[in-house]
């Protein structure tokens, strides 16, 4: 038995436990007190467990999938590990999207919205890739650092746009990355995340080949121009989505599939379900951290994320110039 192969045996068994007890607790803690004879007996604590705990960790469960799927294909489409769509302006563009449609349409549907956001976000990635083509040096910090600058000129504008629009106090609501407004009817959108994930576990050994570069790619008798447009739509779609129903959650994308890589290698159709699972278990941990140690006030869960994201960037870019 190898090494990796005990590693695993030991290491996802109990990422998989980990994870339910966290969706366990997350239906079970808030303000309002809910047990699992109460849930049974009591028809306020039943309402309050279908209404909005179950919602709001089904918002959880499809967010994490959603960034932390988007994140492993946003670094193999650019081949850099310090990729993901809060480094690379995907999320930015979302919310210029958003932005947008609350200036045009202030009254416009959810769906709408999504439209839009995901529109943005679609463009925006495409922007990106266009200026990574222009950039002569690739080197692991510079395509980040690319995308970090065009999401901060993105993110301004929007800031600029907002305040000009008299949309600041809006803006911020929506994209506080928190889940506390989560109920009934208003999650359901995040579904698409679902699909996508699918998507790229259907098209995980083609994504696998792409992440070699457009020569190799071709050279293998892939379309790398299909897998790009299939692979940014995706990301787009899952950053509209989450940017509007949830608001913005850094760093998760970078810091799931990272690890996961380091247990599992770089077998996308192997480390996907497992990349997923280990987002889901970062966002509900990091959730229920805001939702715990203020009580009964909350902290955004894109808050605690952020925190924890921040610092293993840091590490991680002190690992790769070790390396080098």
Known sequence: MTVRSARERRLLPALAGATALLVVASLLVGGFELSLTGVLTDPAQREMLLVSRVPRTL??????????????????????????????????????????????????????RMVFATAAAFAGTLVFLAMLRRVRTRGPLIVPLVGIMLGAIVGGITQFLAARTDLLQSMAAWSSGGFSGIVQGFYEPLWAAALVAVVVWIMADRFTIAGLGEGIATNLGVDYRLITLVGVSGVALCSGVTSVVVGFIPFLGLV?????????????????????????????????????????????????????????????????????
Do not use: H, K
């Not at 310090?82 to 999320?91: I, N, Q």
């Not at 159709?269 to 229920?288: E, F, K, Q, T």
């Open 59 to 112: 918002a959880l469960v499809f967010a994490g999938v959603a960034m932390s799927v988007s994140g492993v294909v946003m670094q193999l489409l650019t081949q850099n590990r310090f990729v993901e769509p809060t480094t690379a302006g995907t999320t930015q563009w979302a919310g210029l999207g958003m932005l947008a449609i609350l200036i045009a349409w202030p009254d416009a549907p959810i769906l709408v």
């Open 256 to 324: 799931v599939p990272n690890v996961m890589r380091l247990v599992l290698g770089d077998d996308l159709r192997r480390s996907l379900p497992w990349i997923a699972i280990a987002g889901v278990a970062l966002l509900l941990a990091c959730d229920l951290i805001g939702r715990t140690v203020v009580a009964p006030m909350e902290i955004p869960a894109s808050v605690i994320m952020g925190a924890v994201g921040a610092v293993a960037f840091v590490g991680l870019l002190l690992q790769g110039r070790q390396r080098a």
